[in-house]
């Protein structure tokens, strides 16, 4: 087994919040920690940070620093989430018709909005992944969409307003 230091930590989460598509702010409010933290943390500066804390931004990211499983599908995931409790099922494609086109899916406002309001931001951030990846996007303008759907239907989450 490897031994990680901070600084391959850092690198691992700067990583995977550019594959995102996140800014350094949007991850620190989506982990509950400062911005200086997430700076910190990718130069290799931060100090004592804890385990708890640094496995919170990793999975806000989508990851876990402290599994050696197979990657999850987050798309399904994100899908077994918001589909609890509606007649009709948001489909992959719906998923990622949606995330490219910032338009609710008729029939699907409640999904969106589950998906918006309540699916941890985890979870979203997987899916963005794994859509911008699989269409060979960046994975920035899928953030943008989700955001101004949540401005649209006004969203308390405070996440959705750190999206640059």
């Known amino acids: 087994m490897q031994k990680m230091d901070i600084l391959m ?4 989460i700067k ?21 200086v933290t997430i ?8 100090g004592d940070i804890g385990a708890v804390k640094l496995s ?12 050696k499983g197979k990657k999850m ?3 399904k995931m994100t899908l077994g989430n918001v589909n609890t409790s509606y007649k009709t099922a948001m489909s992959v494609t719906d998923l ?10 008729p029939g699907l406002e409640g999904q969106v909005l589950h998906l918006i309001d309540e699916t941890p931001t985890s979870l979203v951030a997987g899916s963005v992944k794994q859509v911008a990846a699989k269409k060979n996007i960046k994975a920035k303008l899928l953030w943008k ?8 239907i006004k969203s308390p989450n405070k996440f959705w307003s750190s999206i640059g």
């Not at 930590?9 to 691992?12: E, H, K, M, N, Y």
């Open 96 to 105: 990622e018709k949606f995330m490219l086109s910032g338009k609710i899916p």
């Open 73 to 75: 599908d987050a798309i």
């Open 145 to 152: 969409n989700l955001a101004k759907v949540a401005a649209e």
């Open 15 to 35: 990583k995977e919040r550019v594959a995102c598509g996140l800014t350094q702010s949007a991850l620190a409010v989506a982990s509950h920690v400062s911005r």
């Open 39 to 46: 700076v910190n943390l990718e130069n290799g500066n931060v």
């Open 56 to 67: 919170e931004i990793a999975e806000s990211l989508g990851i876990s620093l402290f599994s």
């Open 9 to 12: 930590i850092g690198a691992i």
